[in-house]
């Protein structure tokens, strides 16, 4: 099982600043296979990111991913107030096939 | 717009099965992707179940394969899941979803449901 560890637990910014969170597997994941998630409370998980990189449809271009192997990261360039949430990677393996990471809570400072 | 709506019993007692349905609209569960559920326990993270494909082709996550079934009714355009022996650890947010555009990622999402498990 490949295990995914986020850091920060829990992020304090104000909105307008840039958010940076870190998603590391234990062991090497494709690209391919890494993708992010918003979830607000109360709400079902939003894809945001898939393929590491690639923009899920209507997600704006102040959310970015990137990374390779065991190190990816969700940047977001400005924060807008609705963008406070938890946040999560999930990658795609053998056996489970799919396994998430525990979260990321972006509050405002 | 591929939208998806759980339904069943929102409390059911230890030892019980868990049952629940998946009801797919504004698309075909034959489109080719795979149906997934995931849950996730009150305050904790996301677990993946399992998904099926419309053949009716199953994965399951080794921790809950001997209690886990999935299955698809395509005149129905909906999928299943059947939990058995619940415990209070099963209570969760039970989510479906769809397979990503991309691959290998899901969205969309229904809206979830709440199941406790009690007596």
């Known amino acids: 099982e490949i295990v995914l560890t986020q850091s920060p637990g829990t992020l304090s910014l104000s909105p307008g600043e840039r958010a940076t969170l870190s998603c590391r597997a234990r062991?090497?994941?494709?690209?391919?296979?890494l993708a992010w998630y918003q979830q607000k409370p109360g709400q079902a998980p939003r894809l945001l990111i898939y393929g590491a990189s690639s923009r899920a449809t209507g997600i704006p271009d102040r959310f970015s991913g990137s990374g390779s192997g065991t190190d990816f990261t969700l940047t977001i360039s400005r924060l807008e107030p609705e963008d406070f949430a938890v946040y999560y990677c999930q990658q795609y393996g053998s056996s489970p096939r799919y396994t998430f990471g525990q979260g990321t809570k972006l509050e405002i400072k | 717009q591929v939208q998806l709506q759980e339904s069943g019993p929102g409390l059911v007692k230890p030892s019980g099965t868990l049952s629940l349905t998946c009801a797919v609209s504004g698309g075909s569960i034959s489109s080719g992707k795979w149906w997934s559920w995931v849950r996730q326990p009150p305050g904790k993270g996301l677990e993946w179940i399992g998904e099926?494909?419309?053949?009716?082709?199953?994965n399951y996550n080794p921790s809950l394969t001997s209690r886990v079934t999935i299955s698809v009714d395509k005149s129905k355009n909906q999928f299943s899941l059947k939990l058995s022996s619940v415990t209070a650890a099963d209570t969760a947010v039970y989510y479906c979803?769809?397979?990503?555009?991309?691959?290998?990622?899901?969205?969309?999402w229904g809206q979830g449901t709440l199941v406790t498990v009690s007596s």
């Open positions: 062991q090497s994941v494709s690209s391919n296979y």
């Open positions: 979803a769809r397979e990503g555009v991309g691959g290998y990622s899901y969205g969309p």
């Open positions: 099926i494909y419309h053949s009716g082709r199953t």
